[in-house]
């Protein structure tokens, strides 16, 4: 792998929404089930790599399955940079609700001490910036808003989120996501897992409930998000930003119909 430079270019790869655990299931056979989450993060990934690559949330509902993919595809990029999706944050079992203490955040502090156990893997959190040869990557999950009537609804009423995140104050969480965000000057590349604008993908779902964060501004020329099962690129009017949208998303999807990674060169 090459280092990179000031003035060189820049190749990203991008994904998101990968859900691992619905591809490669969980069998209590440990070896098997590293094995075949291995064997399918080779299989998925370009056969030739860039220099970055980012993940935009949601590898998948377990964390060990997370780890053995970042683990397969850091030994081909200079640098990974991943944001936390909702999925990230599931405890959708009673065996994992008690690993965790029925506490998210306990599942998250594991992540981030893999993830921090690694040179070349950076987890972006509130919007801190972050400098990786000549540009500048920010990012956070985007927590979307719970405040209204019609939002609090739709997540109590209809969103896997409200059962199986535990122990985690989404709307303190989203207040927090705005504040963070007014204190980025700027950056070139900001990575979400809720994206900051309508996305095709919100036409599935007949609104943007849960599935939108809006900012007064977007601050970086690239914005790379997901969470909305979508595959675009959008030029925002009025602005300078494209947003950039690669979900692999579930089964029923056919990997083969799309790369895993989409390719910006910067």
Known sequence: MKNVNEGDSMIIHYSSDIHADFWIPFKNNQMKWEKNTRLFAETVRPESAGEVLVVAGDLSNLNRQSMWLLDVWQQYYEQIFIVLGNHDY???????????????????????????????????????????????FAGDTAW??????????????????????????????????QQDYDQLDRADIIITHVPPIRFKGHETYGNTLGYLTEFPSLKAPIWIAG??????????????????????GYPERKWQEWPMFQIIKI
Do not use: W
């Open 144 to 177: 979307y808003s719970i405040k209204t009537n019609v939002e609090r609804d739709f997540f109590y009423g209809l969103s896997n989120d409200s059962r199986l995140i535990k122990g985690f104050n989404i709307m303190e969480a989203y207040d927090k996501c």
């Open 90 to 136: 599931y405890l959708d079992s009673g065996s994992q609700s008690k690993k965790y203490m029925f506490s998210s955040p306990n599942r998250i502090k594991e992540l981030q001490d893999f993830i921090s156990s690694y040179k070349n893997i950076k987890l972006l959190e509130e919007f801190k910036p972050v400098v990786y040869g000549d540009k500048i």
């Open 227 to 248: 969470h909305c099962h979508d595959v675009g690129v959008y030029q925002v009017e009025g602005t300078n930003t494209t947003v950039y949208t690669n979900a692999f």
